[in-house]
């Protein structure tokens, strides 16, 4: 019999089934041995979690997670007892009895993860980075590497997360521990999702590669740990992007920046935005709109003279949004390919890229 407090094995559960890549009726693989709960699933994203038990002997199961994790967020007791006979994890709470059949295994034990090469440790704001960029990434097939973020060294204890779908781009360049070296990967965009969720409240995540490239990914001090393989392919070089030198065009605070991207959203049967120097200010106009409009930013200051320019209002608003701080400068990066950076001067560390429509 295994004695387990259920807010503990709810949580485990909890991040196990984050899984996106998971089947409907993936089998979750138990194992109780020396005091430890050992759960893992295998599958594209493999994950593997431990939680301490009050009283244990040892059992294996092999059970359907997803009735597995019903069954314990149901029970009434915040302690309850597990033990494995005839074939069935016999689940108990106080004086209630459920049954679960176990699914049929080749397993007998649970392997531990995969050993490592080499390894990085990157802080919280890396998960803050995947986090920011979702939105960059491409959401087909068309081009398959942009469905992936890209993750590469940038320089001596700096690497860059970097999110595109082409027509925007994320960039953030965020500090690791550089003690040891790594080479650039492709993290898919399901193994990003997943890491926002359950490393969420991570102050450090460890980044191990196998010797067949696979990614190990964990909390550091923490058992939770899920494993992938990376996506392969040759990311663009986004930095073409950019150009040696740019000129600021003007800053302006960031929510009133979208409420006005919002009301184009609105009005404008294009979704289409174009700004313009008016009056010593800028105002902003929605294409082809049966509404009028005279909207016009308060808390903007205008560096240099420009000609209209016109965004896909969406594009500009997922770059606008992914911008930390309260205010958003806006910059020419590439004047030929008619590329423009947004960024907030005071958190320079990240940065987005979006190109201008034709006029």
Wanted: aromatic letters at 8%; glycine letters at 4%; a negative charge.
């Amino acid at each position: 019999m295994v004695k387990i407090d259920r807010s503990l094995l709810h949580n485990s559960l909890s991040y196990i089934n984050a899984n996106s890549k998971r089947e409907k009726n993936e089998a979750l693989v138990g194992q109780v041995e020396d005091g430890v709960l050992r759960l893992w699933q295998p599958g594209f994203v493999r994950v593997w979690d431990a939680i301490d038990v009050e009283e244990s002997e040892p059992i294996f199961f092999t059970v359907e997670c997803d009735k597995f994790t019903k069954i314990v967020n149901a029970c009434t007791s915040s302690i309850i007892s597990m033990s494995a006979k005839d074939s069935k994890l016999h689940i108990s709470f106080g004086k209630s009895r459920i049954r679960l059949p176990f699914l049929e295994s080749v397993e007998d034990s649970i392997s531990p993860p995969p050993s490592v090469v080499s390894r990085i440790l990157v802080g919280s704001d890396f998960i803050g980075a995947l986090s920011s960029g979702l939105n960059f990434l491409a959401k087909t097939e068309h081009a398959p590497v942009l469905t992936c973020y890209s993750v590469a060294p940038l320089s001596s204890g700096i690497l860059r997360v970097t999110a595109s779908d082409a027509m925007k781009v994320f960039v953030a360049d965020l500090e690791y521990d550089d003690a040891q070296s790594f080479e650039a990967f492709l993290l898919p965009r399901e193994c990003g999702m997943l890491m926002t969720k359950i490393f969420s409240r991570a102050k450090q995540i460890s980044i191990g590669l196998t010797e067949r490239g696979i990614l190990v990914l964990s909390e550091e001090g923490s058992d939770r740990v899920l494993v992938t393989p990376p996506f392969n392919g040759e990311y663009p070089d986004m930095s073409r992007l950019v150009d040696a030198t740019s000129d600021k065009f003007f800053r302006v605070n960031k929510k009133e920046l979208q409420k006005m991207l919002q009301l184009i959203d609105i009005t404008s049967d294009m979704k289409q935005v174009r700004f313009s120097r008016v009056n010593g200010s800028i105002a902003l106009f929605a294409t082809k709109s049966q509404i009028e409009t005279d909207l016009v930013l308060s808390s903007v200051e205008v560096f240099k003279e420009f000609e209209d320019i016109n965004f896909n209002a969406e594009f500009l608003g997922a770059c606008v949004t992914a911008i930390d701080g309260t205010e958003v400068l806006i910059s020419n990066a590439n004047e030929k390919m008619k590329a423009y950076r947004l960024e907030n001067e005071e958190r320079s560390e990240s940065y987005t890229l979006v190109q201008a429509l034709s006029s």
